[in-house]
């Protein structure tokens, strides 16, 4: 079938909660993909953050096909060596001592929640539930995540919503110290927040939020579920600001691509979640897993961080550089391959014009250019972006 075919039938069969635009991916491989047509695009937006070491990595596909070959699942009941395995690299490889793991974003936010509520609960008494997070966060669809998201457009439709949310300023300590109740248990962040607009806080607001939650005996959860696995250039965005968490999320692009989350967590933390606790039956099963094996071995081994570093500066240079030329652009700002272009316009114009010339791009918060390509990104493909974006903001 053609790329119209499926378009086609998919609006009579798919409930219609996307506003999908009409392209039809059937191939990938590095930072092209292909349309049910054959035409070629180049791929800036990497699934959001997910394919950061592009379409099809050999490791990741071999790891996959070699797990489906020997046991794609079993059950949590049983010990699964790549969840094991991939537990081990992300605990020493973080501040973490434990992980669990599930199937998205959203869940790994879900299972965070719920430990924090519990690890609370049991030291300080059933009082003690309420969680701060920022406004123009975002965490996830689920109900509870919804309720911890900072943004009216995700939570309109679904009241009730969970009680002991409450929502402050990003990047505005003293909003979050005067908002600390005897009822708080903790505070919820990205480090930089991504759906937002890619908003990234000053260097001293997570020492002052950490210095926060010490002071009460707060949780400090980071939602690294965009920003964590070498997006930023380091392996966790946090790295960037100096302070740890006890609690973080991750999942994008954890897996190469699999469905994958996972909740790390410190000892003293994690042990409150024993068993019968909080589960998954598909949580890090023997095939997601094994792509997550492969695919932290490939960013950790073939020197993606500095890729990342050194991509995302000569990236963010030449978005500077596009600013200087258009004042349609009034802002660029981004750390590693995690970069905002903020416009006076909203930008889902040139997103339709850049999947007509080729490229694959994004918007968010309505008036933001997301820039999030794999990190494995060459000059020669962000020339090339560059070329098509300034083609298309001189025709505006
Ligand atoms: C994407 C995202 C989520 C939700 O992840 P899903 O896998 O879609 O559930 C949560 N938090 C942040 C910061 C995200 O970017």
Not at 249 to 267: D, S
Request: aromatic letters at 8%; hydrophobic letters at 40%; one cysteine or more.
């Amino acid at each position: 079938m053609n790329a119209q075919q499926w378009i086609a039938k998919g609006d009579k069969y798919i409930m219609k909660t996307y506003g999908r635009y009409p392209l039809v991916p059937v191939r990938g491989e590095g930072c092209r993909v292909w349309d049910a047509d054959g035409k070629r695009y180049l791929d800036f937006l990497a699934g959001i953050a997910v394919n950061n070491l592009g379409h099809c990595h050999p490791k990741v596909v071999a790891a996959l096909q070699k797990q489906a070959g020997e046991l794609i699942h079993c059950s949590n009941y049983y010990h699964i060596p790549s969840q094991i395995e991939l537990a081990e690299i992300l605990c020493s490889n973080s501040f973490a001592d434990r992980a669990f793991f599930c199937n998205s974003g959203a869940e790994a936010n879900e299972a965070a929640i719920k430990l924090a509520r519990k690890y609370s609960r049991e030291k300080f008494g059933a009082d003690r539930y309420q969680i701060i997070t920022a406004l123009s966060s975002f965490h996830g669809r689920t109900m509870a995540t919804v309720s911890a998201t900072g943004q009216e457009k995700v939570q309109k439709f679904f009241d009730p919503l969970l009680h002991g949310f409450v929502h402050v300023p990003f990047n505005d300590a003293e909003a979050l110290r005067k908002t600390i109740t005897p009822a708080t248990c903790a505070i919820m962040l990205e480090p930089i927040q991504g759906e937002g607009g890619i908003v990234i806080p000053d260097g001293e607001y997570f020492r002052q939020v950490r210095r926060i939650c010490d002071e009460n005996k707060l949780l400090l959860i980071f939602d690294e579920v965009q920003v964590g696995i070498g997006r930023t250039g380091k392996l966790f965005a946090h790295e960037h600001f100096g302070v740890t968490p006890d609690i973080m999320t991750l999942a994008k692009a954890l897996a190469g691509g699999a469905p994958i989350g996972t909740m790390l967590a410190r000892e003293e933390v994690a042990e409150f979640f024993g068993p019968g606790t909080h589960g998954s039956t598909f949580g890090g099963n023997p095939l997601v897993t094994a792509a997550g094996v492969a695919a932290m071995k490939a960013i950790l081994e073939e020197g993606i961080l500095n890729h990342a570093e050194e991509i995302g500066e000569y990236l963010l240079g030449e978005l500077e550089g596009l600013k200087k030329r258009f004042p349609v652009i009034t802002e660029v700002r981004g750390i590693g391959l995690m970069i905002g272009a903020e416009l006076s316009i909203p930008g889902g114009d040139i997103v339709k014009k850049a999947l007509e010339r080729g490229l694959l791009l994004n918007v968010t918060h309505d008036t933001v250019l997301r820039f999030v390509p794999p990190l494995i990104v060459g000059k020669q493909e962000v020339d090339e972006m560059i070329g098509i974006l300034s083609g298309i903001l001189a025709e505006l």
